[in-house]
């Protein structure tokens, strides 16, 4: 990393934040980013998320073994160490908080990432209101319209304190796309269905955040 300068932040707005304990975290001594992976992407020739392609690998890493990937889809985590020193802090007035850029994982030599388990997803879920969770799906994490970081409490400790944010711009890239309020542009073409439900799927998500606490 050194001689490296440091690509300007992201101003995302923060979902939820939990402390949490697991054997994934064992040894964790610097900030990840928490990306999702599916068998198909070992495969794919475009692997990886929607909003996420255009900056990872254009295949996975080698190190990613297809056998540690369950079937419903797995966790990478993918090094920050560059931005072990980043405040990290919400905004207690607006709820945003500065985080690395999408592009600071090609930017600082696609560090190599590592497979983890789906507990760190389920921790992820559950850290929310209860009346976001049955609006929040693993695809739109893989996709990047939520984003999420594991940052160590106690370096190598086995704790870390994670962070699950909302990119506000791929939300608005996302809906203009596939409107939720135009169902019939998905009954007249259905390729389309599958970016229509997940467009009402976050819109539900958004109406419910916005009357949470």
């Known amino acids: 990393m050194a001689g490296k300068e440091l690509p300007a ?50 295949v996975v890493p080698a190190c990613v073994q297809r056998d540690t990937i369950p079937p419903e889809g797995g966790l990478l985590f ?60 693993y695809d739109d994490l893989r996709d990047g319209i939520f984003r999420a970081f594991a940052l160590p409490v106690f370096e190598g400790g086995g704790t870390a304190r994670m962070l699950l944010v909302l990119d506000e711009a791929a939300v608005t890239h996302r809906l203009s796309l596939h409107p939720p309020e135009r169902p019939d542009l998905a009954a007249r073409d259905r390729s389309r269905l599958p970016g229509y439900q997940a467009s009402a799927r976050l819109e539900g998500f958004l109406n419910a955040a916005a009357g949470s606490p």
């Not at 054997?23 to 998320?49: F, H, K, M, R, S």
């Open 78 to 137: 993918r090094p920050l160490r560059a931005f072990s020193s980043l405040a990290w802090e919400v905004d207690p007035a607006t709820r945003r908080v500065a985080v690395p850029p999408r592009s600071a994982h090609a930017r600082l030599g696609l560090a190599e990432p590592r497979a983890v388990g789906n507990e760190v997803f389920i921790e992820l879920r559950y850290s929310m209101p209860p009346s976001l969770v049955g609006s929040f799906d």
């Open 9 to 58: 932040l992201d101003a995302c707005l923060c979902v939820s934040e939990v402390i949490f304990s697991a054997a994934c975290l064992e040894g964790l001594d610097e900030p990840v980013e928490i990306c999702c992976i599916t068998e198909a992407d070992i495969v794919n020739a475009e692997p990886w998320g929607w909003y996420w392609r255009s900056h990872l690998e254009p």
